[in-house]
């Protein structure tokens, strides 16, 4: 996700940071292409437009035009401005001082509630906290099922009522009945995982609502499709309007999203992004921190979340240990294949290298050596009998 983006981000700044001299007219046609960047990427175009003025209000600005690098002055005011429409900070969870903190999982059928409802289980059940997931949608039993699944690979407790009990009992009833176990057993965190439908109508609110009065969740968290774009911040936006929502999770971050709800979903509705779904593993689940953001757009990395991602994957004691076999000489393949297994949990190898500084040229310079070695690897094919007969088969096709 934002691939495109940062590139064209990167391919207009780098123009600015090449001038000595900039004129209200270079930064003028730098921020036509901008613009277009962002409205391709499917931010809003009243964000957009109000994103440019605001940039180009403070980048025409006499501090900026005289600097000895207006370039990278000009580059600044862009990551302030991008920062500003994400949010400033990094929205947390609203924690209890009096547990149990309970959080109220909302949104659209299919937009991944469940899976995120897990991994928030994963998150605190790894900073010692005792978690309860609740099952709060009866209508589909595969719902439950699968959060009971999600529950026994986590070791996590789940309140689900009973089949028979499910089809006489309403949702309020079970989040309650939930809620009360999870006080009285002494739980630090409920989730309620709760219902959604295809579409918003006016059953799913009412019972939202309802469940929101009886047991006063400390934070109502939207799980939208980052996938479906505007449609996302349209939707956060009706949510928050007839619930109430303290913050939003996109979730399938990882796909080719054009990133338009990442960018513009604070600013449409005046709700942070907490966390940002990145894979359907458990542990695919990231703090959403605007600053970093900003600076992976604009090319710049993001090497504090790699460090974390490090620290998540590998202990001091493993390091220290994998460094006295590579200096002593001892370093086995075991040892190597340990450090590919601590690698591969990271992430991928395209989101590192998507957290490194320059990260997106080494992505390009890849994908050019993959290309290069398949066709390497196929005029070596086309050299024998057997790949002559092929090229002379698909010769005659076309």
């Given at each position: 996700?934002?691939?495109?983006l940062?590139?064209?981000f990167?391919k207009?700044?780098k123009?600015l940071?090449?001038?000595g001299?900039?004129t209200?007219q270079?930064i ?7 613009r277009?960047a962002l ?5 809003n175009f009243?964000i957009v ?9 403070k980048?025409?600005?006499?501090e900026?035009l ?7 002055q000009v580059?600044k005011?862009?990551w ?6 994400m949010?400033h900070e990094r ?5 209890s001082?009096?547990?149990p903190?309970?959080l109220?999982?909302v949104?659209l059928?299919g937009?991944?509630?469940t899976t995120?409802?897990?991994k928030?289980?994963?998150l605190?059940?790894n900073q ?11 209508r ?7 959060l009971?699944a999600?529950?026994?690979d986590?070791?996590?407790e789940?309140?689900?009522?009973d ?5 006489q009992?309403d949702?309020?009833r079970?989040?309650?009945a939930g809620v ?7 739980f630090d ?13 006016d059953e799913?609110?009412?019972?939202l609502?309802a ?7 400390h934070?109502v968290?939207?799980?939208a499709?980052?996938m479906?774009?505007?449609?996302a911040?349209t ?16 979730t399938k971050?990882?796909g080719?999203a054009?990133g338009?709800a ?5 600013a449409?509705?005046?709700k942070?992004i ?5 894979g359907e ?5 990231e703090?959403f921190h605007?600053d970093r ?6 090319g710049m990395g993001d090497v504090l979340?790699?460090?974390?991602k490090a620290?998540e994957?590998?202990t ?6 994998a460094q006295?076999r590579?200096?002593s000489?001892t370093?086995?393949?075991e ?8 690698m591969?949990r990271?992430g ?7 957290m490194l500084?320059g990260g997106q040229?080494?992505?390009?310079a890849?994908e050019?050596i993959?290309?290069?070695?398949s066709a ?6 086309m050299?024998g009998?057997g ?7 698909l010769?005659?096709s076309?």
């Amino acid at each position: 996700m934002l691939d495109a983006l940062s590139d064209k981000f990167e391919k207009i700044l780098k123009k600015l940071r090449g001038q000595g001299v900039l004129t209200e007219q270079n930064i003028t046609e730098a921020l036509k292409d901008v613009r277009f960047a962002l409205l391709e990427a499917d931010v809003n175009f009243k964000i957009v437009k109000e994103f440019i003025d605001r940039v180009r209000q403070k980048a025409v600005g006499q501090e900026v035009l005289q600097s000895l690098t207006p370039g990278h002055q000009v580059v600044k005011v862009v990551w302030d401005e991008l920062r500003a429409m994400m949010g400033h900070e990094r929205a947390g969870l609203a924690l209890s001082s009096m547990p149990p903190t309970i959080l109220m999982m909302v949104g659209l059928q299919g937009a991944g509630k469940t899976t995120a409802s897990g991994k928030l289980a994963r998150l605190f059940k790894n900073q010692g906290k005792r978690v309860l997931l609740v099952a709060a949608d009866p209508r589909r039993p595969a719902a439950g099922e699968q959060l009971s699944a999600l529950g026994r690979d986590l070791g996590v407790e789940v309140h689900r009522a009973d089949h028979i009990q499910a089809s006489q009992m309403d949702v309020v009833r079970i989040c309650r009945a939930g809620v009360e176990r999870g006080r009285d057993q002494g739980f630090d965190l409920i989730i309620l995982d709760t219902g959604g439908r295809l579409h918003i109508d006016d059953e799913l609110m009412d019972e939202l609502v309802a469940v929101k009065t009886a047991v006063s969740p400390h934070e109502v968290l939207l799980v939208a499709d980052a996938m479906t774009g505007q449609d996302a911040v349209t939707m956060a936006g009706q949510f928050d309007q007839k619930v109430g929502v303290t913050g939003v999770i996109l979730t399938k971050v990882e796909g080719d999203a054009r990133g338009g709800a990442v960018l513009s979903i604070r600013a449409a509705t005046g709700k942070p992004i907490k966390f940002l779904g990145v894979g359907e593993k458990l542990d695919a689940l990231e703090p959403f921190h605007p600053d970093r953001m900003a600076s992976r757009i604009l090319g710049m990395g993001d090497v504090l979340s790699l460090i974390e991602k490090a620290q998540e994957s590998i202990t001091r004691e493993q390091a220290e240990e994998a460094q006295k076999r590579l200096t002593s000489n001892t370093f086995t393949l075991e040892d190597f294949r340990t450090q590919l297994g601590q690698m591969s949990r990271m992430g991928s190898f395209e989101q590192i290298l998507g957290m490194l500084p320059g990260g997106q040229k080494l992505k390009h310079a890849m994908e050019l050596i993959k290309q290069f070695l398949s066709a390497k690897k196929l005029a070596k094919a086309m050299t024998g009998a057997g790949g002559r007969r092929q090229l002379a088969q698909l010769m005659r096709s076309m």
